[in-house]
């Protein structure tokens, strides 16, 4: 994948490296988190979000994709997963619960990290609802402008 090096400044209502607040997992009301995001290069079209926990068995456990989310946009409210909460044109594809929509964090043991990747990118992405993670990345290759990333960390608390 070709990425150019100007790199998107990406929030949410935790900081990078700190814990998820509890609403946003599998013990709360499981809503997706708000982001926010400034820094867009140029001739962006389309963002992709992808949400992996990285400290899953095997790695890349996919909890949020989405796509075609309009080059205007620079934010995604707080439960925006909820359906008919996206912007127009965006796409949920398949996670890795083998199901559209978000998936909040709800690690088996320990401490998990959360990558929330956001890819500016220089087309809109001819896919549907029924796109996995591989198949997102093989399109998205030779489109990507620049990407953001925020970390965030979670354990059951129970």
């Not at 909460?85 to 559209?100: D, K, R």
Request: negative net charge.
């Amino acid at each position: 994948m070709k990425i150019i090096e100007e790199t998107i400044e990406l929030e949410s209502a935790f900081g990078n490296g700190e814990m998820i607040p509890t609403k946003y997992s599998c013990e709360g009301e499981e809503l997706s988190p708000p982001l926010v995001w400034s820094n867009v290069p140029e001739g962006t079209q389309s963002f992709v979000l992808l949400v992996e926990d990285s400290d899953s068995s095997p790695p890349g456990f996919v909890h949020w994709l989405v796509f075609n989310i309009p080059g205007e946009t620079r934010e995604l409210r707080e439960g925006a997963a909820t359906v008919g909460s996206l912007p127009e044109g965006a796409v949920e594809g398949l996670t890795s619960f083998g199901e559209t929509g978000y998936g909040g964090p709800c690690p088996s043991s320990g401490i998990h990290r959360y990558h929330f990747r956001l890819y500016a990118m220089d087309a809109l992405l001819k896919l549907d609802e029924r796109t996995t993670r591989q198949h997102l990345l093989r399109e998205m290759e030779g489109h990507i402008l620049a990407r953001g990333e925020l970390i965030g960390r979670y354990t059951l608390n129970g």
